[in-house]
C-alpha cells in the first residue's frame, strides 16, 4: 500500500533557526516520485520539489535542501536560517510512476510557525 | 504564462444540492487533477482527466463526477451534497502524466 508519513504534526521556531521537517513514504513500486508543497493560509499548494526514485543525489535550492535516502524509505526538507514567511503546512507527496494515473498521495501536512 | 485559476473562491451551499466547480488549467497543460482538502488534512485524490478522458479516480462517491473540454479547463460537479463534503477543492495541472501538478488557490466550500 502507498503511503507517506509526516509524524510531525507541529513545529515552532525562532527565526534564523534551522528546522527540518521529516518524510517518511512507503511504496512497493520501484519507480515513484516524491514531492514537497507548501501551503500558506491562502490555501494555494505550492510546489517546492520533484525527485524520482533512481536520483537519490541531495538537492539545495537557497536555504532549501532535501535528503533522499531509499534505504530509511526517508524525504526529508530542511529549512536553514528560517524566516517569518516560511511559516506554512508543508506537505510531501508521492506519485507511482507506471500506473497510468500519477494521483499524488499526501502526507497529513507539517504546520511550520516560525517566530520573529 | 497564465497560472492554474477556479472559481468561485467561496461558496455555501445546502444538504442535498448540487454544486459545480470550476478550473482553468495552466497554459499548456494537457492533465487535470481534483482534490479534496478536508480541514487539518492533507489533500485526497478524486480524479484525473488527461485529454478530456477520465484518466483515474480515488476512493470517491459516484456523485463526484467530472468534466475537461477541449481547451483542457475542467470542472467538478458534485451532487447530493453532504455535510462531510464541506472541504477545500484544488484542481491540480500539468503539462502531461507524470510531471509536476501546479496548484490553483482552491474552492472552500461549505455545506449547510
Known amino acids: 500500500a502507498q503511503k507517506v508519513t509526516q509524524a510531525q504534526t507541529e513545529i515552532s521556531v525562532v527565526e534564523k533557526e534551522d528546522v527540518t521537517l521529516d518524510c517518511v513514504y512507503e511504496?512497493?513500486?520501484?519507480?515513484?516520485?516524491l514531492f514537497w508543497y507548501k501551503q500558506p493560509p491562502s490555501g494555494e499548494l505550492v510546489f517546492l520539489i520533484r525527485?524520482?526514485?533512481?536520483?537519490?543525489q541531495n538537492e539545495i535550492s537557497g536555504r532549501y535542501s532535501w535528503n533522499f535516502q531509499k534505504s530509511t524509505s526517508s524525504f526529508n526538507f530542511t529549512i536553514t536560517a528560517s524566516q517569518v514567511v516560511d511559516s506554512a503546512v508543508y506537505f510531501c507527496?508521492?506519485?507511482?510512476?507506471?500506473?497510468?494515473?500519477?494521483?499524488?498521495?499526501f502526507g497529513t501536512g507539517t504546520r511550520l510557525q516560525v517566530f520573529p | 504564462e497564465t497560472g492554474v485559476t477556479q472559481s468561485p473562491t467561496h461558496l455555501i451551499k445546502t444538504r442535498g444540492q448540487q454544486v459545480t466547480l470550476r478550473c482553468s488549467s495552466q497554459?499548456?497543460?494537457?492533465?487535470v487533477s481534483w482534490y479534496q482538502q478536508a480541514l487539518g488534512q492533507g489533500p485526497q485524490f478524486i480524479f484525473q482527466?488527461?485529454?478530456?478522458?477520465?484518466?483515474g479516480r480515488g476512493n470517491f462517491p459516484p456523485r463526484f463526477s467530472g468534466l475537461q473540454f477541449p481547451n483542457y479547463s475542467s470542472e467538478l460537479n458534485v451532487n447530493a451534497l453532504e455535510l462531510d463534503d464541506s472541504a477545500l477543492y484544488l484542481c491540480?495541472?500539468?503539462?502531461?502524466?507524470?510531471?509536476?501538478?501546479?496548484f490553483g488557490q482552491g474552492t472552500r466550500l461549505t455545506v449547510v
Open positions: 491540480a495541472s500539468s503539462l502531461d502524466r507524470n510531471t509536476e501538478a501546479f
Open positions: 511504496t512497493r513500486d520501484t519507480t515513484y516520485y
Open positions: 525527485r524520482n526514485s533512481f536520483d537519490e
Open positions: 507527496a508521492l506519485s507511482e510512476a507506471g500506473r497510468g494515473t500519477d494521483k499524488l498521495i
Open positions: 497554459s499548456g497543460h494537457n492533465t
Open positions: 482527466y488527461y485529454r478530456e478522458e477520465e484518466n
